[in-house]
């Protein structure tokens, strides 16, 4: 082991023995040393950002989509602040990561100065854990880092980095990281109950979420619910865990026209939660009225219990916990297939383009068949998440990337730069509003910059659709969501990527043929009419 390297030069090594490939954000006097040893790192580089919040979006789809934590960056004070809206993202959507800061040297800790906050404070409800590194332990800090944001339900970790100790020389630390252990499989006393109450029930459902896509058990999913015919509702960042196509497949819970998923999972006396986590919905927002619900999860269920029963908690090893249920022999129950099969077929038909005018749904659906089957799209915050999250075919997990949890607008560009850094031999596309679109734009820059070719699927209709139908519902006037009266974004191209505009669905499919083959970023605005939302989102999940 080499001897005499400095923090920063020890900082680095440890982040590429992690496997970490991309550091984003906006540099500092303080990150000079840092950023010259990711220059002379082999396999990790540094991303420059428009804006910290970015970085800290990029780092949680990193996180997402690889094995390590990802990696962001910011300066002290403003740095720090702007970074918290991507950290608080990777908390409640549940992705791995390290957030870097700048922090005050001790000796000025506790005193005014420039720029100068609680960077422990500020970042200890957004994070696992916060913590800031040593000269004589570097790499132990750095993979115990590593180690909390991976284990249990991922999240992000704070490190700060205090100026001035970059270039002192750091201990040399005879460490290996170990990644955490898997969970231990659930109490096989609460794992027998729940195998009597699946036997009994006559109408039980799976309801599918977040937790169950980290635990990779997608195939067991599907699996339990064929060989025992059983429905399965998803939340929204569980879309690709069941095909739309399956049998079993009932919809998802939240986006359009929950309602009527809500025809299927409020006739259930029985709810098995999957990795179920309630970040994304509460059970009491849509648990059928005198169901029983069973938990299969690394952690305690979320759920009031004077109003609902809780049945069996079973935490602990999800795919364990499903086995038990798949070795049953198949039972009869008295759900009718049949009459599951034609609210999925009237509710997707709900959801297919009209032939007046051109609304979200078929700006949705030339997108669909323009971009590969295995291609990824990413999507922002607003009416279109609502229809993505019910009208989108989605192939497997991964495939379409969404923020739920945390629901930060501006999501849309950032995320789609960092899947296409972390795939890129695959079509990367994001759908964006104008709302969101206006937040990140600058990101373009970044995407220009380093040549990634991403395409950018602008739904223009000149307003926040999503708070303009809230202010519709409670008869509120219309107030405070226009983003501009009319037109479009302007211009030929933004920040060095060419703009393309459509105005219908055959024009829209044109422009997205060439914007796929182009290299470089693209920006496809399609001018759509959007009272289409109107009709199929914010509808109640039950009654």
């Given at each position: 082991?080499?001897?005499?390297?400095?923090?920063?030069?020890?900082?680095?090594?440890?982040?590429?023995?992690?496997?970490?490939?991309?550091?984003?954000?906006?540099?500092?006097?303080?990150?000079?040393?840092?950023?010259?040893?990711?220059?002379?790192?082999?396999?990790?580089?540094?991303?420059?950002?428009?804006?910290?919040?970015?970085?800290?979006?990029?780092?949680?789809v990193c996180g997402r989509l690889g094995d390590a934590p990802g990696v962001c960056f910011g300066t002290f004070g403003p740095g720090a602040t702007n970074l918290t809206t991507g950290v608080g993202g990777a908390l409640l959507d549940r992705s791995p990561m390290i957030a870097f800061t700048d922090e005050i040297p001790s000796p000025m800790r506790g005193r005014t100065t420039q720029m100068g906050i609680d960077h422990q404070a500020l970042f200890a409800p957004l994070t696992k854990k916060t913590t800031r590194i040593s000269a004589d332990a570097v790499k132990s800090v750095l993979f115990d880092a590593a180690r909390v944001a991976l284990e249990g339900r991922p999240g992000p970790v704070h490190v700060g980095l205090p100026v001035g100790m970059s270039g002192e020389i750091a201990a040399a630390e005879d460490l290996a990281f170990v990644p955490p252990p898997p969970p231990p499989a659930a109490d096989p006393v609460l794992v027998e109950e729940?195998?009597?109450?699946?036997?009994?029930?006559?109408?039980?459902?799976?309801?599918?979420?977040?937790?169950?896509?980290?635990?990779?058990?997608?195939?067991?999913?599907?699996?339990?619910?064929?060989?025992?015919?059983?429905?399965?509702?998803?939340?929204?960042?569980?879309?690709?865990?069941?095909?739309?196509?399956?049998?079993?497949?009932?919809?998802?819970l939240f986006h359009a026209l929950s309602d009527m998923v809500g025809e299927t999972h409020g006739q259930a006396d029985l709810v098995i939660g999957v990795g179920y986590d309630p970040v994304e919905f509460n059970y009491e927002s849509w648990l059928p009225h005198g169901a029983a619900l069973v938990s299969f999860d690394i952690a305690p269920a979320d759920i009031d219990r004077d109003t609902h029963t809780l049945a069996v908690d079973a935490v602990g090893d999800i795919r364990a916990s499903l086995g038990a249920l798949l070795a049953l022999p198949p039972a009869p129950?008295?759900?009718?297939?049949?009459?599951?099969?034609?609210?999925?077929?009237?509710?997707?038909?709900?959801?297919?383009?009209?032939?007046?005018?051109?609304?979200?749904?078929?700006a949705l659906a030339v997108l669909r068949d323009v971009l590969p089957s295995d291609g990824i799209m990413t999507c922002d915050v607003g009416a279109h998440t609502h229809l993505i999250g019910q009208a989108w075919p989605t192939p497997g997990p991964g495939c379409q990337i969404m923020t739920d949890g945390w629901s930060t607008m501006g999501f849309g560009i950032p995320s789609a730069i960092a899947a296409k850094l972390m795939c890129p031999d695959i079509s990367v596309c994001t759908v964006v509003g104008d709302g969101g679109f206006l937040m990140t734009a600058g990101e373009i820059a970044t995407a220009f910059r380093t040549n990634l070719n991403i395409v950018i699927v602008l739904l223009t209709d000149n307003e926040l659709a999503l708070i303009r139908i809230k202010q519709d519902t409670k008869g509120k006037p219309i107030y405070g969501t226009a983003v501009r009266n009319s037109g479009t974004i302007g211009g030929e191209n933004i920040f060095g990527a060419p703009v393309r505009t459509a105005h219908s669905a055959a024009e829209l499919r044109t422009e997205l043929e060439a914007a796929f083959a182009a290299h470089g970023p693209v920006v496809v605005e399609a001018c759509i009419d959007a009272r289409e939302y109107d009709g199929l989102v914010l509808k109640k999940d039950r009654p």
């Open positions: 082991m080499a001897k005499h390297k400095t923090v920063a030069t020890r900082l680095v090594d440890a982040l590429g023995e992690l496997g970490v490939r991309y550091v984003f954000g906006v540099p500092s006097g303080g990150w000079i040393d840092y950023m010259e040893a990711l220059r002379a790192a082999d396999g990790i580089e540094f991303i420059l950002t428009t804006h910290e919040g970015a970085a800290g979006m990029m780092a949680d729940a195998r009597r109450l699946f036997a009994a029930a006559r109408k039980p459902i799976l309801a599918v979420g977040l937790g169950a896509v980290h635990a990779g058990v997608a195939k067991e999913v599907q699996a339990l619910a064929a060989k025992h015919k059983i429905p399965v509702v998803l939340t929204p960042m569980a879309k690709g865990m069941l095909s739309e196509g399956d049998p079993s497949y009932a919809g998802v129950n008295d759900w009718d297939f049949g009459a599951l099969a034609q609210r999925r077929s009237a509710m997707f038909a709900k959801l297919r383009p009209s032939n007046q005018g051109f609304g979200p749904t078929g």
